[in-house]
């Protein structure tokens, strides 16, 4: 393949199809492999380098050097020429490895004599399996089409290691999918489930890499493709007039559908002697790789347009449809690279657990997870390409930790973990209806956050007083449009049904930030959870706000209702706002509508400006509610988005008590009932502190009832206040250790 000519690559990759068909072991395959890659592209040195662990590179096979150092040479990720390419996914081609930065002298191999270098990533859909190395004694570099046609090696060689060709106890590759694996992800939402491995969207197996008809190739593609386009434009047909953003992304789909590039480079890779499944996956996998590179937010996006494209293409190919017939296991836990909020509602709670390999706590599918009292694990890197349909699989949301196909030492622990946590559960019901009255006589009201209907059995289970939140942004995040008012009215009047006279604070449409409508213009803004969200969104968007306070309104039909508006960040936010409501009181009495009872108005204090509002403001409002999750990070400047930052901020951190002590002081002198409502309420340490600092109601989801009022029910307010002054005298950062002392010592 000096020339790489088509014909050249056919001969080798057909002769690669042969050695991966035939029954010698794996090592003797790979010992083929490289001779025929020597061969054909004359070169002195062929050599695969095949990751042992996550971190380091073992070579594996190679014709040139020495025998010996096969399965005794290895380098870490990074280290080495061949450990960049592996680190950077990038190939490296030089005509003087010796002296070309990063190399590695590996004297066991004999390679220093050697000079012309070229490396290029095994990979497969974005994810490095190995290095795919030739070299030679001649100071040279190679040519454009040497490595298009060794990258186009180095993909085959990916998919048949994906299949299991070099499977062996000689060559030390175990069979992939079998082995137990665990994933450290993020927490999502707590809880433990065991079960089965059910896939949001199976992996497209590719079995067929090499083909002998190029003509039959192409024209197998281009029918896909066309396919493809009619699918497409069937979409746009279906978006109608209206769901203009929609509209805009499916447009997107269609220019990358129609791109004459991206035809143009499967076409070339088909010639080469790929299939057409194989061709598709080689630009995915393209595509994956720069997807990662690229830190601009649009161009990401359209990546990702790409990467969905593929998957469709290679559906269509391969008749593996998103619908493969794998039937959903008895306990499903779906696994996925990331999911809408539509799509989940529609396995519901069904599901056991969810685990995504993308994600974070704020996202859509972790709201409803939340919602659902599911188990979510997120940033688990690499569980999509290990699990399959059926594997056994535990969810440790406590943790955010996932074992795959686990020893049954760890289940036989896991069991015993989801026994205890059942058993905490029961001896919760015994209290479910006792009120939360701490030792001091102190009663603290624990309220309920939902956002579903299916919520709503929980406000009676649990034994929450009532909705501190109800999330109506929910029901504008699963639709592909702005619901219809009587849509609303209807489901917030069986909110007020299910509730059988309990209080439930509704809050206005809260998006923006990391909760963006797929049907409104995104925006494109540095900071979107500084940006325009929440109540700025409702009030430059009178005819939003106007349509959901009238929905609210209609609902209610004579009963009491209590409306909070979010992130008010200034109190002529809030005088905004209300005049919005009052408006629509009037017209909906002017149509002669029934009006509510009584009508509570209150807001989310999330931002630390609204705590140093004017005494006007406190007055003014109805009830206060603490939004902990946003304002916790805009106290301590540390995106809850952010993974790197998120955890470095303490709920308990003694500056943050003492900002709530602040606020509830100011909310007592005006007598304005506050509460604490967010994902902290939930925590028994940190409710009980909060309890502490004056606050009397906490809201929080409804799994989390029973843990906060056991602790509450043991605890004297007054002795954890004098705890958390004396950390504070003594100049300590964080309360926790002390209290945490402090309930150790109650037994």
Not at 495 to 523: N, W
Not at 562 to 579: H, I, N, S
């Amino acid at each position: 393949m000096s020339q790489t000519s088509e014909s050249e690559s056919r001969k080798l990759l057909g002769a690669l199809r042969d050695t991966m068909a035939n029954d010698r072991a794996g090592q003797a395959r790979m010992d083929d492999i490289t001779q025929l890659i020597a061969q054909s592209m004359g070169t002195d040195v062929c050599s695969i380098y095949l990751f042992c662990d996550d971190d380091t590179l073992e070579l594996c096979a190679t014709q040139g050097l020495n025998a010996e150092a096969v399965h005794q040479t290895r380098m870490r990720l990074g280290e080495g020429l061949v450990g960049s390419v592996a680190r950077t996914k990038r190939l490296v081609n030089t005509d003087n490895a010796p002296q070309q930065r990063g190399f590695r002298y590996m004297p066991e191999t004999g390679e220093e004599v050697f000079s012309g270098f070229l490396g290029v990533p095994i990979q497969r859909l974005g994810e490095v399996l190995g290095v795919l190395v030739v070299q030679s004694r001649q100071t040279r570099e190679y040519t454009a089409d040497e490595i298009y046609g060794l990258e186009v090696v180095a993909m085959v060689l990916a998919e048949m290691t994906e299949l299991g060709a070099f499977v062996s106890d000689e060559t030390g590759v175990g069979a992939l999918h079998q082995r137990a694996v665990m994933f450290r992800g993020s927490v999502g939402q707590e809880g433990a489930a065991a079960g089965q491995v059910y896939l949001h969207e199976p992996r497209v197996v590719v079995t067929n890499p090499v083909a002998d008809d190029p003509e039959a190739e192409h024209k197998r593609l281009n029918d896909a493709v066309e396919t493809l386009r009619m699918s497409v434009d069937e979409m746009l047909t279906g978006a109608g007039t209206g769901d203009k953003e929609q509209k805009q992304v499916l447009e997107a789909y269609r220019m990358f559908a129609n791109s004459k590039g991206w035809l143009r480079r499967m076409d070339e890779d088909i010639e080469l002697g790929l299939s057409a499944e194989a061709a598709v996956e080689k630009e995915q996998s393209a595509a994956r790789t720069r997807m990662n590179e690229v830190t601009d937010a649009y161009l990401r996006e359209r990546l990702q347009d790409l990467d969905d494209l593929s998957n469709r293409l290679l559906r269509i190919l391969t008749g593996q449809g998103a619908d493969t017939g794998a039937e959903m296991p008895e306990h499903p836990v779906l696994v996925a690279r990331n999911i809408g909020p539509g799509e989940l509602l529609e396995y519901g709670r069904k599901l056991r657990a969810i685990v995504l390999e993308e994600g974070s706590v704020g996202s859509h599918a972790g709201i409803v997870a939340r919602a659902l009292a599911i188990p979510l694990v997120i940033q688990a890197k690499g569980v999509t390409t290990e699990a399959l349909n059926g594997d056994q699989i535990l969810v440790d949301g406590e943790q955010g930790i996932v074992h795959l196909r686990p020893e049954d030492t760890v289940t036989t622990a896991f069991k015993d973990k989801i026994a205890m946590l059942a058993k905490a559960q029961d001896r919760y019901t015994d209290i479910r209806h006792k009120p939360a009255t701490a030792l001091c006589g102190t009663t603290i009201s624990l309220q309920m956050n939902a956002g579903l209907m299916a919520d709503l059995p929980s406000l009676e289970n649990s034994g929450a007083e009532g909705v501190g939140l109800f999330r109506t942004e929910l029901q504008f995040l699963v639709r592909n449009q702005f619901p219809r008012r009587s849509e609303l009215a209807n489901l917030y009047g069986r909110v007020l049904d299910a509730a059988q006279g309990k209080r439930v604070v509704f809050r206005t449409l809260d998006i923006g930030s990391d909760k963006v409508l797929p049907y409104m213009k995104p925006q494109d803004e540095p900071n979107p959870a500084l940006g325009w969200r929440a109540i700025r969104v409702g009030l430059d968007k009178p005819g939003v706000l106007r349509m959901q306070l009238q929905a609210l309104l209609r609902a209610a039909n004579g009963r009491a209702l209590t409306v909070m508006f979010p992130f008010v960040a200034q109190y002529e936010e809030f005088t905004q706002a209300r005049a919005a409501l009052t408006k629509a009181i009037k017209r909906e009495e002017a149509l002669g509508h029934i009006l509510p009872e009584n009508i509570e108005v209150g807001a989310m204090l999330e931002t630390p400006s609204l705590a140093f509002a004017p005494d006007a403001f406190f007055e003014d409002v109805d009830f206060l509610s603490i939004g902990g999750n946003d304002l916790k990070q805009f106290f301590f400047a540390a995106d809850r988005e952010n993974e790197r930052v998120r955890k470095r901020y303490d709920s308990l951190n003694v500056s943050f008590l003492s900002f709530m002590e602040m606020i509830v002081d100011r909310c007592s002198k005006t007598q304005t009932p506050i509460s604490f409502c967010g994902e902290d309420a939930g925590k028994p340490i940190e409710a009980v502190c909060f309890a502490a600092m004056g606050l009397r109601t906490l809201s929080m989801r409804p799994a989390s009832i029973g843990p906060v009022k056991s602790l509450l029910m043991r605890v004297n307010l007054a002795d954890v206040k004098k705890v958390i002054e004396t950390a504070r005298a003594e100049g300590k950062m964080s309360v926790r250790d002390d209290i945490a002392a402090y309930i150790r010592s109650l037994g």
